[in-house]
Each structure stands twice: as C-alpha cells, then as structure tokens.
C-alpha cells in the first residue's frame, strides 16, 4: 500500500528503520524500544555512548535527556546555544534550562528536529517513534553513515538502475523492500511500486557510501 504524503523527516525514519532493521510501526514504544534505537545509530556511527544510563520512560523530556547524556548534547548545546536562543524558542517556559530543553534546542538549531510547533513542545508526552527515528535518521547522516547519489536515470534492468552522475554511468542493484519515494516539492510518498522512467532524476541513499538503501524519484510537475 502507497503511503500518504510524507516530510523530509518522516522519509530520514522510514530510511533509519531499514538501515538500523527496527520496526517502522507498531504498538510497543516503550523506553526500551528508544535505547534500541539510539544504540542501533551508535553502532552505525561506530561511536562509544557516553552514557549507559537508560531512559527513564519514553516520554519526550526523558527521551532527550538520555539523548543529552549518550550523544554529549549538553556540551555541544552549552558551546552552540544562547540562553536568548533557548528563550525564543520555549518563550512560554521556565524549565527552558533544564537538559531536556538545551538538548531540544541544539537539535532544533541544527535542523535534527522540526522547527514546527517548537513553542508547544511538550515534554511530558511519549516521544514518537517516527520522531526518534528521524531525528537519528538526520544525526547519522549529518555523520556521513548515509549519503546520496544524484543523477538522471539511463537504464532500467530488473533491480539493477544506471544514473548518469555527472557525466560518469554508475550502476547501482537495489536491494528487495528498499523504500521507494516519489518526491513532490518538498514533500514525499513512499510507493510499493513507483512509476519510475527512463530520464526522471533520481536520488539513491547509500549506506557507507556503497550499499543502496533508499531511492527517490524526482516527480515533473509538467510532465
């Protein structure tokens, strides 16, 4: 079944959950299924956690907080965010700083996390899945574990697709129940069968620059 329309990052999850082999869906989202998560990214980064205190509960401020304490977000929070920074995002909180909330403004700040909605940012509720796993989506790529190659599409043979990438052929074999998005403006749909042509642009995420693990097809809007 073809999804709705997707963000950009809700596709960075759907790509984390195939690349970490998590659960994309599902009723169990529990402080474990977070640490899992959150280890599976630090096993791709190939880095130590700082922290092997677990979450407290799946609930957003805790949620962030053992994000503050496994990524080093206090640091970097305390080297790259103002107090005015903190200030203008949480104008209507006076817990602004507290851990979670540095934590939630560097990752606003630096784009891992939405900026929509960022005055009601409510940390008492259950971090989202789909959340998590995008903002873990963005920080592995941010971190070079995933990558894109770009180009127009020049063959189509079973799985194997060839982009022309600036001027080169490079052939890449996708691999079976890789994602497949069409991407509209700035919006996405994960197909189960994308229409895909010869010359359509289109964008393949490689995992350690090598192994396909998602493929976007750029859609004309005039045909």
Same mark, same amino acid.
């Given at each position: 079944?073809?999804?709705?329309?997707?963000?950009?990052?809700?596709?960075?999850?759907?790509?984390?959950?195939?690349?970490? $082999?998590?659960?994309?869906?599902?009723?169990?989202?529990?402080?474990?299924?977070?640490?899992?998560?959150?280890?599976?990214?630090?096993?791709? +980064?190939?880095?130590?956690?700082?922290?092997?205190?677990?979450?407290?509960?799946?609930?957003?401020?805790?949620?962030?907080?053992?994000?503050?304490?496994? +990524?080093?977000?206090?640091?970097?929070?305390?080297?790259?965010?103002?107090?005015?920074?903190?200030?203008?995002?949480?104008?209507?909180?006076?817990?602004?700083?507290? /851990?979670?909330?540095?934590?939630?403004?560097? +990752?606003?700040?630096?784009?891992?996390?939405?900026?929509?909605?960022?005055?009601?940012?409510?940390?008492?509720?259950?971090?989202?899945?789909?959340?998590?796993?995008?903002?873990? $989506?963005?920080?592995?790529?941010?971190?070079?574990?995933?990558?894109?190659?770009?180009?127009?599409?020049?063959?189509?043979?079973?799985?194997?697709?060839?982009?022309?990438?600036?001027?080169?052929? /490079?052939?890449?074999?996708?691999?079976?129940?890789?994602?497949?998005?069409?991407?509209?403006?700035?919006?996405?749909?994960?197909?189960?069968?994308?229409?895909? /042509?010869?010359?359509?642009?289109?964008?393949?995420?490689?995992?350690?620059?090598?192994?396909?693990?998602?493929?976007?097809?750029?859609?004309?809007?005039?045909?």
């Amino acid at each position: 079944q073809d999804s709705g329309i997707l963000t950009e990052q809700q596709v960075n999850a759907r790509i984390f959950s195939a690349i970490a $082999g998590l659960p994309d869906a599902g009723t169990s989202w529990s402080a474990r299924d977070a640490q899992m998560a959150v280890t599976a990214a630090m096993r791709k +980064l190939r880095f130590e956690p700082r922290s092997s205190v677990a979450p407290v509960s799946s609930r957003r401020g805790d949620v962030l907080a053992y994000l503050a304490a496994t +990524l080093d977000l206090d640091r970097y929070a305390a080297v790259v965010t103002m107090p005015e920074d903190r200030s203008y995002y949480f104008p209507q909180t006076v817990a602004r700083e507290t /851990t979670p909330y540095r934590a939630a403004a560097f +990752l606003i700040k630096f784009g891992f996390l939405p900026a929509e909605g960022l005055d009601r940012v409510d940390m008492n509720v259950a971090m989202p899945r789909e959340e998590l796993y995008g903002l873990l $989506g963005s920080w592995v790529r941010k971190h070079g574990v995933i990558s894109d190659a770009t180009g127009k599409i020049v063959t189509i043979a079973g799985r194997d697709v060839t982009l022309k990438i600036e001027g080169k052929l /490079t052939r890449f074999s996708l691999p079976v129940n890789i994602p497949v998005f069409r991407k509209i403006n700035d919006r996405y749909q994960e197909y189960r069968n994308a229409p895909v /042509t010869i010359g359509d642009r289109a964008i393949i995420t490689l995992e350690s620059g090598k192994t396909p693990v998602a493929l976007v097809i750029n859609a004309y809007l005039d045909g």
